[in-house]
T-cell receptor, first 115, second 113 residues
Framework: DSGVTQTPKHLITATGQRVTLRCSPR?????VYWYQQSLDQGLQFLIH???????AKGNILERFSAQQFPDLHSELNLSSLELGDSALYFC??????????????FGNGTRLTVT | EDKVVQSPLSLVVHEGDTVTLNCSYE??????LLWYKQEKKAPTFLFML????IEKKSGRLSSILDKKELFSILNITATQTGDSAVYLC?????????????FGTGTLLAVQP
């Protein structure tokens, strides 16, 4: 168990809808990362938050947004869902900080199916 | 374009065999290379490598990095069925206050009894 908690485990929804994925990082970790994993692509970086502030954006669509709250949990919001958004969404956390030399630890993921 | 390539894509071995998984990379600003094991759920951290030629070892698993030739290998000796998983290699890039990981597509290892 990595200590990173993601809810829900599975989500099935229709096209055009909006969903929220939730992540609680490991105790003591200030950084939260979101990744998308689909069958035809590897893990793709979406966005990084450190201590409540956005640090970096990857290939994140404008329909997607995220935030990190004062208690350090994070939410990834996906709106106007399309079939192609079906994927496994992972949250990962790390200690973070200026050295950036701590590995990322991943949660079990949320499997999103858009029908 | 930064890229990480893993080989083979998949392999099937018998228990007790030794396997070597390869990861090569072409990136602009290398910080470190990481190996993860992914079974059905979360990728689980195995190793982080930053220096060439220094082997990291954990039980039957070991890994080494060659920053001159831009590759890393992951060795698993005396394989067990529990080693069956997808093994992911990722390179962390310097630049900005973030860990930007570029992942390979993974090597699927199946260990048969």
């Amino acid at each position: 168990d990595s200590g990173v908690t993601q809810t829900p485990k599975h989500l099935i929804t229709a096209t055009g809808q909006r969903v929220t994925l939730r992540c609680s990082p490991r105790s003591g970790d200030l950084s939260v990362y979101w990744y998308q994993q689909s069958l035809d692509q590897g893990l793709q970086f979406l966005i990084h938050y450190y201590n409540g502030e956005e640090r970096a954006k990857g290939n994140i669509l404008e329909r997607f947004s995220a935030q990190q709250f004062p208690d350090l949990h994070s939410e990834l919001n996906l709106s106007s869902l399309e079939l192609g958004d079906s994927a496994l969404y992972f949250c990962a956390s790390s200690v973070g900080g200026p050295l950036l030399n701590s590995p990322l630890h991943f949660g079990n993921g949320t499997r999103l199916t858009v029908t | 374009e930064d890229k990480v390539v893993q080989s083979p894509l998949s392999l099937v071995v018998h228990e007790g065999d030794t396997v070597t998984l390869n990861c090569s990379y072409e990136v602009t600003n290398f910080r470190s290379l990481l190996w993860y094991k992914q079974e059905k759920k979360a990728p689980t951290f195995l190793f982080m490598l930053t220096s060439s030629g220094i082997e990291k070892k954990s039980g039957r698993l070991s890994s080494i990095l060659d920053k001159k030739e831009l590759f890393s290998i992951l060795n698993i000796t005396a394989t067990q069925t529990g080693d069956s998983a997808v093994y992911l290699c990722a390179v962390d890039l310097r630049g900005g206050a973030t860990n930007k990981l570029i992942f390979g597509t993974g090597t699927l290892l199946a260990v048969q009894p």
